[in-house]
């Protein structure tokens, strides 16, 4: 269904984007333009949860809802990312190898399904740990201060960027790997 509970929060996500962004073209001071725009991210993010949850519990799952969910996920991520990188609190080089990926991947599965073969492909454990690290990694940066007075959020969120980055890397040759076969069929 196009518009159901659970794709209407994965909609929500999309629309929250600009939001997310816009916080930090508001006259605050930093700090609280770094705390509403962590907010709204954990707040956002969440609803990527939520949203599976209810299509599966309400029975509401819809190719659409499955088709949009990680275009939701994605666009959130590569907007966070690239605000980080406006912001110098990540490297363009990070936010390139995630971005690219993700592009990629995308692509790669687009093609299997065309073919028949998007099975091969499908999401594995690592991508959804790769997801995860970026999430908890993605609020820590956008934070960009002392959490408690005693987490450093920017020097966390850097490691778990990497993290993450590492994890993207790894995910892309697994997903790569497992299409090899279809893809040679293929090529011939």
């Known amino acids: 269904?196009?518009?159901?509970?659970?794709?209407?929060?994965?909609?929500?996500r999309i629309v929250a984007i600009p939001l997310i962004v816009g916080v930090f073209y508001l006259q605050l001071d930093a700090p609280?333009?770094?705390?509403?725009?962590?907010?709204?991210?954990?707040?956002?993010a969440l609803t990527d949860w939520a949203d599976g949850y209810l299509?599966?519990?309400l029975n509401m799952t819809s190719s659409f809802g499955a088709f949009l969910d990680p275009v939701a996920d994605k666009f959130?991520?590569?907007?966070?990312?690239?605000?980080l990188v406006h912001l110098n609190r990540l490297h363009a080089l990070v936010a390139l190898v995630i971005i690219?990926?993700?592009?990629?991947?995308s692509a790669l599965r687009e093609?299997?399904?065309?073919?028949?073969?998007?099975?091969s492909v499908a999401v594995h454990m690592v991508g959804k740990v790769k997801t995860m690290v970026q999430m908890v990694a993605?609020?820590?940066?956008?934070?960009d201060g002392r959490l408690f007075g005693v987490?450093?959020?920017?020097?966390?969120?850097?490691?778990?960027?990497?993290?993450?980055?590492?994890l993207t890397i790894w995910s892309m040759i697994y997903y790569l790997q497992k299409a090899l076969p279809e893809i040679r069929a293929k090529a011939r």
């Open 138 to 143: 993605i609020p820590f940066l956008l934070y």
């Open 100 to 105: 690219g990926r993700e592009i990629a991947i």
């Open 55 to 57: 299509a599966r519990r």
């Open 76 to 83: 959130l991520v590569c907007a966070a990312l690239l605000v």
């Open 151 to 166: 987490v450093d959020t920017h020097a966390w969120g850097t490691v778990l960027i990497v993290v993450s980055a590492v």
């Open 1 to 12: 269904m196009f518009f159901n509970l659970p794709t209407l929060l994965t909609w929500a």
């Open 111 to 119: 093609w299997m399904a065309q073919i028949g073969a998007s099975r």
């Open 32 to 44: 609280l333009q770094n705390l509403f725009a962590t907010v709204l991210f954990v707040v956002v």
